[in-house]
């Protein structure tokens, strides 16, 4: 169906985004093919907020998202787009844009719960989303091939893994490969071959893909003692991914591992990277892991290690209430000199 029949055939006041009826909508959706790039990314910007509101889905997605596929081909989607967003300042066709956006609807649709009539709307046009964004996995722009390769991981019921392979075997570039990576793993296909490639950020993805494995295990736990190199490979988080690499790696470490011994030298290599704002997604959860149980007033050698790491590190002090909440949990002091004082006792 052509994009034109894609805007006339829903009843747009009928149906509801984030802020109540639709009835805006396809005016924005038209706006994405202006030939003013400010225009097009404030659209954008406008269709995210409403319609796909932090994952929600509406009753206006899976209109939306048809039309966004089908006008994929069109020449104004080529224009350079910066985003609206002042913490965006990144610039990319606009079809990568909308490619990502397609990803998003497509991880809400799959994710969310299928009960829901809305949702169960958007599940029914993911193969057609899935058939608009296929030929863009060979696009010449690097950022338009990754944004649909985005999309085809996000559906792993449709995706095949020969497409994967292909890319593993043609690309060199990292982040395109580390993606086709995820995308084997995401549809259940055995990755463990590529934990010998040459290059080892390829290799730490391919063992996030292998949980029962011992060598990705000591892949990961390797990666992490050398964190800064780690966040390096991919400076701009992977689609799969937010944050920095290594918070994804601490994640699979702390999970994988029995104790927090095995887990000591890449906790006290992780500290120095952090501070009050990434505890959270870094030495909070390690901490969790080293006090499973709330502190009984003896420590073990590695719990002594790795508390004075943190007592010692400046940036984990006077920022945001962050650690102490961490602190707390584990039943230890709540101030830095307090804790000094349990790891020289």
């Known amino acids: 169906m052509k994009p034109d029949q894609l805007l006339e055939e829903p009843d747009w006041d009928s149906l509801q985004h984030a802020y109540g009826p639709a009835g805006d909508t396809p005016g924005l959706l038209?706006?994405?093919?202006?030939?003013?790039?400010?225009?097009?990314?404030?659209?954008?910007?406008?269709?995210?907020?409403?319609?796909l509101h932090q994952g929600s889905i509406y009753s206006s997605t899976a209109p939306a998202a048809r039309y966004i596929a089908a006008i994929l081909p069109a020449k104004a989607t080529l224009a350079a787009s910066e985003?609206?967003?002042?913490?965006?300042?990144r610039e990319r066709p606009l079809r990568a844009a909308l490619l990502e956006w397609l990803a998003n609807f497509a991880e809400s649709a799959t994710y969310q719960g299928a009960d829901d009539p809305d949702v169960q709307a958007c599940r029914a046009v993911l193969p057609e989303i899935y058939t608009a964004a296929l030929p863009y996995v060979d696009?010449?722009?690097?950022?338009?091939?990754?944004a649909a390769l985005s999309v085809v991981t996000a559906l792993p019921d449709l995706a095949d893994a020969r497409l994967f392979e292909r890319i593993l075997a043609s690309s060199t570039d990292r982040r395109e490969r580390a993606a086709a990576v995820?995308?084997?793993?995401?549809?259940?296909?055995d990755a463990s071959g590529l934990l010998q490639d040459a290059d080892p950020a390829v290799a730490v993805c391919a063992a996030l893909t292998c949980p029962d494995n011992a060598t990705a295990t000591r892949l990961i736990l390797e990666a992490l003692q050398d964190p800064a190199t780690a966040?390096?490979?991919?400076?701009?988080?992977?689609?799969?991914?937010?944050?920095?690499?290594?918070?994804?790696l601490i994640s699979a470490a702390i999970e994988r591992t029995e104790t927090f011994e095995e887990l000591l030298p890449a906790a006290l290599a992780v500290v120095p990277l952090g501070s009050g704002y990434t505890v959270d997604?870094?030495?909070?959860?390690?901490?969790?892991?080293?006090?499973?149980t709330p502190f009984d007033g003896?420590?073990?050698?590695?719990?002594?290690?790795?508390?004075?790491?943190?007592a010692e590190h400046d940036r984990n002090w006077g920022q945001v209430a962050n650690p102490l909440i961490w602190l707390h949990k584990a039943g230890l002091p709540e101030t830095r000199e307090e804790l000094r004082t349990l790891t020289r006792s």
């Not at 038209?30 to 319609?51: C, F, G, R, T």
């Not at 696009?139 to 990754?146: A, C, Q, S, V």
């Not at 995820?182 to 296909?189: D, H, P, T, V, Y």
């Not at 966040?231 to 994804?248: A, H, K, N, S, V």
């Open 30 to 51: 038209v706006q994405l093919l202006d030939d003013d790039p400010e225009k097009q990314a404030y659209a954008l910007s406008q269709i995210e907020m409403s319609v």
């Open 83 to 89: 985003s609206a967003y002042p913490w965006d300042d």
């Open 139 to 146: 696009d010449p722009d690097l950022t338009i091939r990754e």
């Open 182 to 189: 995820f995308g084997l793993g995401a549809i259940g296909a």
């Open 231 to 248: 966040d390096g490979w991919f400076p701009e988080p992977l689609p799969q991914f937010d944050g920095w690499f290594r918070f994804t």
């Open 281 to 292: 997604s870094d030495w909070g959860p390690l901490l969790a892991k080293a006090f499973p």
């Open 298 to 310: 003896k420590l073990t050698p590695a719990q002594r290690q790795f508390l004075s790491a943190i």
